[in-house]
């Protein structure tokens, strides 16, 4: 079945350094989608990647999808103690003539900040 | 409502009982999924519905789970003879699908956390 591999498992950065966080599928994806968890709470929605190459700012935040479709990833400039949490990226399979379905999320990674 | 909405926020059996967990999406969203994460995991899938039916429930592990949605709003999941393993965040999500004009984005509940002893 579809996998989807987030590396790190765990990143322990200084506030103001730099984050990173890799995602890659064993198969196409239709689109991605990346997700934040606080401790305790439930997965929050950030953003969704659905073009091949597509690169996309929240601020801080910068998603890119590989043109291949079966990577991703979420960079973080100049990190803030807000940013803590696990990142989760969660991918949708292509199966033509759906634009619905589960979700396949990685393992995500877990930031820790340091200020 | 503003946000999709799971009652019990926490919900304590003993091994071998039943549980009902409920799930309230966000009004209009016709599309409706049911995920599970255990400590240190991401959601795991276990089935979604488009509307009333079941349109894939094929991450239900076994035939003790069974969800329904009877008209198209409020889904229940059902475990039957709970064992220990159970024991997780029981997520609900809810969206709108693109060919009904949505965006497809999934938005998640609070979670209900299911202890079995």
């Known amino acids: 079945g579809q996998q989807v591999m987030q590396i790190p498992q765990y990143q322990h950065v200084q506030e103001g350094e730099d984050f990173t966080t890799y995602c890659n599928s064993s198969t196409t994806l239709s689109n991605i989608q990346w997700y934040k968890q606080r401790p305790g709470g439930h997965p929050v929605f950030l953003i969704q990647?659905?073009?091949?190459?597509e690169v996309k700012k929240q601020k801080r935040l910068t998603f890119q999808f590989g043109e291949a479709k079966k990577n991703s990833s979420l960079h973080i400039t100049a990190t803030q103690t807000t940013d803590v949490g696990t990142y989760f990226c969660a991918g949708k399979k292509s199966a033509g003539g759906t634009s619905y379905g589960k979700l396949t999320f990685g393992q995500g990674t877990i930031l820790t900040v340091h200020p | 409502g503003a946000g999709v909405s799971q009652t019990p926020s926490n919900k304590v059996t003993e091994k071998g009982k039943y549980v009902e967990l409920r799930c309230d999406p966000i009004?209009?969203?016709?599309?409706l999924y049911w995920y599970r994460q255990s400590l240190g995991q991401g959601p795991e899938f276990l089935i979604y519905f488009q509307g009333t039916g079941a349109a894939d429930d094929s991450g239900l592990p076994n035939d003790r789970f069974f969800a329904v949605r009877p008209e198209g709003s409020v889904s229940t999941l059902k475990i039957q003879r709970t064992e220990r393993g159970d024991s997780a965040v029981y997520l609900c999500?809810?969206?709108?699908?693109?060919?009904?004009?949505?965006?497809?984005?999934?938005?998640f509940g609070p979670g209900t956390r299911l202890t079995v002893l």
């Open positions: 999500a809810s969206s709108f699908p693109l060919d009904r004009g949505g965006t497809d984005t999934q938005y």
């Open positions: 990647l659905v073009k091949s190459g």
């Open positions: 009004s209009g969203h016709t599309a």
